[in-house]
């Protein structure tokens, strides 16, 4: 297991990364956008749009942080009630579970992106030909807004993995859940 720590650290720390700098573009983009509108009384017809895509992404990618820090919604009070090893089956079956709906949200993800997401993003247009005039590159399509669901749900079911792996060792070891997922978190911290 010691072999997943640098990934994991290394993962943790680029979707962070990621989330801060999509965090800064929003924020830069929007206090842009209020300015043009009510200082200058002209607006940025593509900024909205594209702020939309922004939040959709730091969602998605948002999720795999708010997992592992424990703030998705759980109800813990079963398997806190029952003994060490059922309250690990139990979490093994929820693993599981959760691990099936993530690849299932990563397959129809993909399709979904594949089926509908052919158009381009109007806001890219307008930005491309205000920059280029007649000479500007297509357009990116929508397809890339699309992944963000199966990209995100990927990762989700990376750390599930992880979890279904410590949820073994746990039963074999004699351990609690929750003693292997704070040696494991204090290994990947270190």
Known sequence: MTFLMPAQTALRSAIRWLLVTLIAALLV???????MRYGFNASLLWAEE???????WLSFLGIVLAYERGEVAALG??????PRVPALLLGLLCTGLSLLLCILLVWYGLKFADLAGSSKIPALRFILEDLFGANAPEAATIYWVYLALPVGMAFVGLRLVVDLVL????????E???????RF??????
């Open 176 to 182: 609690t859940l929750k003693d292997a997922l704070q």
């Open 77 to 82: 009070f079963l398997s806190l009630s029952l």
């Open 50 to 56: 594209i702020c939309r895509y922004m939040l959709i």
């Open 29 to 35: 983009l929007m206090t842009t956008q209020i300015v």
């Open 185 to 190: 978190e204090s290994g990947v911290a270190q």
């Open 167 to 174: 949820c073994l060792r746990a039963i074999g070891s004699g």
